[in-house]
């Protein structure tokens, strides 16, 4: 039986995501499909529109055998900070293929790039040179490769730190590439698969989306508060004396923050203030959410002590009776894990942004059985 692994974070759910699921399905036929799941703040900086519980209950519901969470300490992270803990987490329940979505539909192509960059021992360091010289990271990489940057599209990105992470780590896991059959910058289209971004874009527009989602996913979208997003962020910015301990805030931003904040009435306002090529949308709003939930620069790679498994069906439970014995990581909550305690600040802010009862579910801490 084939153990299929995937990596998503459902900001929502969607038929494109259904379609990725029924092709594992048509392509393994008797497979078994592990999924892990971000939950409250997405990699890119976003407020989640489904709830960690929710988005659980719909990825049961639409034949995933295996809801992991995706610790927020790594969730709202780099694309290879993402991937690398990801991946960890997915080879210690044993899968044996990773699929996933990808603007390129040629494995070897991501391939030759990751062995590009593991074998040049001045890569790293040329990142980090165009980096500070103002470029975003995927131009970077493609200057420090010497390659069109055209190949830089997210989900390739993404990829890219799938594959590197499982060649660095020798895990014995196969990466298969399905198509994106949209543009993740696309906003407008109408076509029956489109991105979540232009989902979320039409929710923001008052626009009908069931057409886009299946039909049980509509009930759970969440509204979120902007408006106190920015209040909560701004009341940090002005409290807190030292900006710079916290994750991503890096030297000489925490002054430009106190300084502008208070002529600034809403996030995109503040965005707009101290936005330049290095610092991107996702870069900032990475970094006001590991402001407002406090994650400092020391906690960038705590340990993962356990495996927080979601939810499963009858046919993952008798998969997760199987190998438990054999992981080195444990299935128990550990509840003095930093990872726990990020996971509760997380519940507890996004509860305050999309009136929900989140912080109950993390307590209670009981998987969804479907």
């Known amino acids: 039986m084939e153990v299929i692994g995937i990596i998503c974070e459902y900001n929502p759910f969607h038929n494109g995501h259904l379609y990725h699921i029924n092709k594992i399905k048509e392509m393994y036929e008797n497979s078994l499909i592990v999924l892990i799941i971000s939950g409250y703040f997405t990699q890119r900086g976003n407020i989640s529109i489904l709830s960690k519980e929710d988005k ?73 040179e165009y980096l500070d010289k103002g470029e975003n990271y995927p131009t970077a990489m493609a200057k420090a490769l010497n390659i069109n940057k055209d190949i830089f599209f997210p989900n390739n990105l993404l990829g890219i730190s799938y594959i590197k992470a499982i060649i660095k780590n020798n ?96 996030v995109e306002e503040l965005i707009q203030e101290i936005k330049t090529k290095r610092y991107t949308y996702n870069k900032l709003n990475r970094m006001f959410i590991h402001i407002l939930i406090g994650v400092l620069k020391e906690d960038n790679k705590i340990p993962i002590d356990y495996i927080k498994v979601l939810g499963f069906n009858s046919t993952g439970k008798k998969y997760l009776n199987k190998i438990k014995k054999e992981m080195n990581i444990s299935l128990l909550l550990n509840h003095k894990s930093k990872l726990y305690n990020y996971e509760l600040r997380a519940s507890l802010i996004y509860d305050m942004l999309t009136n929900s009862n989140s912080y109950k579910f993390e307590l209670e801490n009981k998987p969804i059985i479907i």
């Open 56 to 128: 659980t209950k719909i990825s049961l519901l639409n034949n995933v055998d295996i809801v992991l969470e995706l610790p927020f300490i790594y969730s709202t992270q780099s694309a290879d900070v993402f991937a690398e803990s990801s991946i960890k987490i997915l080879n210690e329940l044993k899968i044996t293929k990773l699929v996933f979505g990808s603007e390129c539909d040629n494995i070897n192509t991501l391939k030759n790039i990751v062995n590009i960059q593991l074998n040049n021992d001045t890569y790293d360091n040329k990142v980090k």
């Open 171 to 266: 895990y014995n896991i196969e990466p298969i590439v399905i198509k994106r059959t949209n543009d993740f910058h696309d906003l407008s289209s109408n076509d029956n698969i489109i991105s979540a971004s232009n989902i979320r874009n039409k929710i923001n527009n008052g626009i009908p989306i069931e057409n886009y989602v299946p039909n049980n996913v509509t009930k759970f979208i969440k509204n979120v508060n902007y408006d106190k997003l920015f209040e909560l962020l701004k009341s940090k910015i002005i409290t807190e004396d030292n900006l710079s301990k916290f994750l991503t805030v890096d030297e000489g931003i925490d002054n430009k923050l106190k300084k502008v904040i208070n002529n600034c009435n809403s």
